[in-house]
T-cell receptor, first 113, second 112 residues
Framework: QQQVKQSPQSLIVQKGGISIINCAYE??????FPWYQQFPGKGPALLIA?????SEKKEGRFTISFNKSAKQFSLHIMDSQPGDSATYFC????????????FGTGTRLQVFP | EAQVTQNPRYLITVTGKKLTVTCSQN?????MSWYRQDPGLGLRQIYY???????DKGDVPEGYKVSRKEKRNFPLILESPSPNQTSLYFC???????????FGPGTRLLVL
């Protein structure tokens, strides 16, 4: 019930392409869904987050799509750039306790020129 | 500069030799957490603290201890490290239950 399943494990995209990473959760009480970006040798940093009262949130080239009925959410990176190459983690928590984050297993994205 | 710092960044030790990884934040955050990151398993919470002298177990607390005597510091203690605690450890802090978590740079630990 506490798991967040993330796929794919790794992703290779050409520059300018669209990167899509998917996550699925089980606990219907989750209502805060952040995505973290981690560069090699660095700690994760919040990229974008969504709450289930909206189905989509966009910040620049990054978009979260949320499907409450399917208990799934995804990250879309439009016009992917080599600088986007990093590991991406989805996560979920209860909104009143965002310190209790349950993370997915991570997706290593490589964007080639 | 607002940041979370961890020391040491790299540590090699032997089984059973007690060690402490320090974590400090300069953002006056109430909440602090420790995570371990392992390939294929993502980030798993070890312990968290909601304020000074208030700590609670996360998902994988076995073999670890923490303390929160000051608001800015949250050390992670391994009383008797074992090889299965070889991992990459991250400290994080946030302003409160609805705040963004800010992660430190990580501590890579190897237990022989």
């Amino acid at each position: 019930q506490q798991q967040v399943k993330q796929s794919p494990q790794s992703l290779i995209v050409q520059k300018g392409g669209i990167s899509i990473i998917n996550c699925a959760y089980e606990n219907t009480a989750f209502d805060y869904f952040p995505w973290y970006q981690q560069f090699p040798g660095k700690g994760p940093a919040l990229l974008i987050a969504i709450r289930p009262d909206v189905s989509e949130k966009k910040e620049g080239r990054f978009t979260i799509s949320f499907n409450k009925s399917a208990k799934q959410f995804s990250l879309h990176i439009m016009d992917s750039q080599p600088g986007d190459s990093a590991t991406y983690f989805c996560a979920a928590s209860l909104s009143y306790n965002t310190d209790k984050l349950i993370f997915g297993t991570g997706t290593r994205l490589q964007v080639f020129p | 500069e607002a940041q979370v710092t961890q020391n040491p960044r790299y540590l090699i030790t032997v089984t059973g030799k007690k060690l402490t990884v320090t974590c400090s934040q300069n953002m006056n955050h109430e909440y602090m957490s420790w995570y371990r990151q392992d390939p294929g398993l993502g980030l798993r919470q070890i312990y968290y603290s909601m304020n000074v002298e208030v700590t609670d177990k996360g998902d994988v607390p076995e073999g670890y201890k923490v303390s929160r005597k000051e608001k800015r510091n949250f050390p992670l203690i391994l009383e008797s490290p074992s090889p299965n605690q070889t991992s990459l450890y991250f400290c994080a802090s946030s302003v409160g239950t609805r705040g963004t978590q800010y992660f430190g740079p990580g501590t890579r630990l190897l237990v022989l």
